[in-house]
DNA sequence: ATCATTCTTGACTGATTGGTCAACTCTGGT
DNA sequence: ACCAGAGTTGACCAATCAGTCAAGAATGAT
């Protein structure tokens, strides 16, 4: 039971695959890699620790098939902005994607934050390559529709990273929010209507 | 050497508490709580663990220590926010301090961001009462203007929690940034003029 | 110079960590 | 019903963890 073999999974192969980074996912993304325990991870799961590193070769094993999965849904959102599209209207779609994934993946964006404040030491070659040019594309194009006169003048750089704070911020800080703001909240209410009054008046000419 | 007793501090004392705090922030920001180690943070201070453990009672009391340093300082800014300034001034200084803090305290952000991923356990009082107060006033304060006009009309709680988000991502995100913006940027560089820009267009009348 | 106090640490402890292994049980194709 | 392979786990291991302790070294007031 090792790597990546051309081996069909049976189903309790995928069952238990999926129950461990199910678990491993709500471990890891609450105390991150070096905080996360295989008996937490193992007990979280129902399944015991053997069985655990049956099906994955060691604690960072798992921890890298989280991340993996991670970061291809991570780029799809900003991969999704069309250069050929309204600006305003393709740059606000972005928001309103990233904010979603905060709302229905906030553990991912927390596995996620976790990674980075600790340096990104796992996923430093991500960030440096596929990231990285991935940012610049965009960044050229936002810049373009900027020297354009078709948004206002603003730094793309800072302004794609002001949208990754303010929408994974939802996720990341729920906690806070949430004891801020008393029992009863949902912090994302309201977020959305708010990100976009924000960014329109950012943008606009 | 237990916890807060009258004695005053002898210049050993001082310096090695100094020593050890500043070691523990290094580590406890880096991996939070349950993943820094009491060796870690031996061999960043240059002392033996027992003489860290002569010192503070515990690995928890040293983490609560520089908890309670840091959320001193985690109010005051927000505290300095005047209600019968300029609206719009008052707001935008508030930006900068905080991201003033950020650039001159990027680890205390991360201990902090740290422990708010993780639940807040061990700060979850602190949030109920004293932060939750503080916001709620100023929340109000920022409702009376947006209510005279003197402000666009946002919502006060994501205004403010826009705040910190954008704010404190500079610090906790600074490896991220640098790792897609090249090695010799400086995350900073323009930080301040972007937000100040974003937060003038956002309440601007 | 004396000496009580403060400071320091090597050697230890019991608990927990990630990971192994041999023996076991279960599953599905025949 | 059989059985080869897949799946499971109790018992274990070495390493590391937070924390203890007794004995020694440095300090500073006299």
Do not use: C
């Not at 129950?19 to 890699?33: D, M, N, P």
């Not at 325990?37 to 798992?62: H, R, W």
């Amino acid at each position: 039971m090792n790597t990546a073999s051309a081996a069909p999974l049976t189903r309790i192969q995928r069952r238990n695959r999926k129950l461990i980074l199910e678990a491993a996912l709500e471990v890891f993304s609450q105390h991150g890699f070096r905080g996360a325990t295989l008996d937490q991870i193992a007990a979280e799961a129902g399944l015991s620790k053997p069985n655990l590193l049956y099906y994955f070769d060691n604690k960072e094993a798992i921890h890298r098939s989280l991340l993996g999965d991670l970061l291809d849904s991570w780029l799809a959102p900003l991969r999704a902005i069309d250069p050929d599209g309204e600006p305003r209207a393709e740059i606000l779609a972005y928001v309103r994607r990233k904010i979603q994934m905060s709302r229905d993946f906030p553990r991912e964006s927390r596995l996620f934050a976790n990674e980075i404040l600790q340096g990104a030491p796992r996923i430093e070659g991500f960030i440096r390559t596929e990231l990285r040019a991935l940012v610049a594309e965009k960044a050229a194009v936002i810049r373009g529709w900027a020297q354009a006169g078709r948004i206002a003048d603003v730094d793309p750089m800072h302004l794609i990273f002001s949208i990754w704070a303010l929408t994974q911020n939802y996720a990341d800080f729920e906690a806070q929010m949430r004891m801020v703001r008393g029992p009863h909240s949902d912090p994302f209410d309201g977020a959305e209507d708010y990100l976009e009054t924000l960014f329109s008046r950012l943008l606009a000419v």
